[in-house]
């Protein structure tokens, strides 16, 4: 069975301060992996996703992520937080066919000024 | 493009009554959307996976008969919450991939639903 971890529930960090979420993965195959932010009441947003090729990956808002097949991790980075990325993200693994998206737990990220 | 859309946006509905909640892909077409459920600050949780003229498919521990799921084109598939009681009450998300695509799901804005 397909299971995503994300060690960190919470995460505080500065404005201006580099950031890292950790996500860490059980998948038989190979995996697909994305990372989503969700605001207070809000849907999904992807950020990124990794299907194949190069592992590190760009995103939107300046998010980046890395997979690690030996680690079996996919943490997203970036290198400096802005107030408004305070939010939840979630680290997501699913199949070659969109389907069985299994979601980590989640990490709230807090943005002090 | 790939936007999905949800409505009502939020609901408050009495215990007994059914509500149904609506997706919508607005700029393509979807073979096959999803429902999950999300609880207070947890994570997204798989109910159904919701095919375009067939039977959805439930996931472990989900209810068929109270949570009644229609896909009866390729834009639109219908959850409905029947008999609803408080302990319904959550943040109700759907997402949509496309026919024929590859790995990516399309999430809709969520609906919360209040069942007093």
């Known amino acids: 069975a397909q299971s995503v971890t994300q060690p960190d529930i919470h995460i505080t960090v500065s404005e201006g301060a580099s950031l890292e979420l950790r996500c860490n993965y059980s998948?038989?195959?190979?995996?697909?992996l994305f990372w989503y932010v969700q605001s207070p009441g809000q849907g999904l947003q992807l950020l990124l996703k990794?299907?194949?090729?190069?592992?590190l990956v760009q995103g939107i808002k300046g998010f980046e992520a890395e997979f690690k097949r030996s680690q079996s991790s996919f943490n997203l980075r970036k290198p400096s937080v802005h107030w408004s990325d305070a939010a939840e993200y979630f680290c997501?693994?699913?199949?070659?066919?969109?389907?069985?998206?299994?979601f980590g737990g989640g990490t709230r990220l807090m943005v002090k000024p | 493009g790939a936007v999905v859309s949800q409505h009502p946006s939020w609901v408050i509905c009495k215990s007994g009554t059914s509500v149904k909640i609506e997706c919508r892909s607005l700029d393509f077409q979807a073979t096959t959307m999803f429902w999950y459920r999300q609880f207070p600050k947890q994570s997204l949780m798989l109910m159904a996976t919701s095919n375009e003229g067939s039977k959805a498919t439930y996931e472990q521990g989900v209810e068929k008969d109270k949570f009644l799921i229609n896909h009866a084109s390729l834009t639109l598939s219908t959850l409905t919450v029947t008999s609803a009681h408080p302990e319904d009450s959550s943040f109700y998300i759907c997402?949509?991939?496309?026919?024929?695509?590859?790995?990516?799901?399309?999430f809709g804005p969520g609906t919360r639903l209040t069942v007093l």
């Open positions: 990794y299907f194949s090729g190069d592992t």
């Open positions: 998948y038989g195959a190979t995996p697909y």
């Open positions: 997501a693994v699913g199949d070659n066919a969109g389907n069985m998206l299994t």
């Open positions: 997402s949509a991939r496309f026919s024929g695509g590859a790995g990516e799901q399309f």
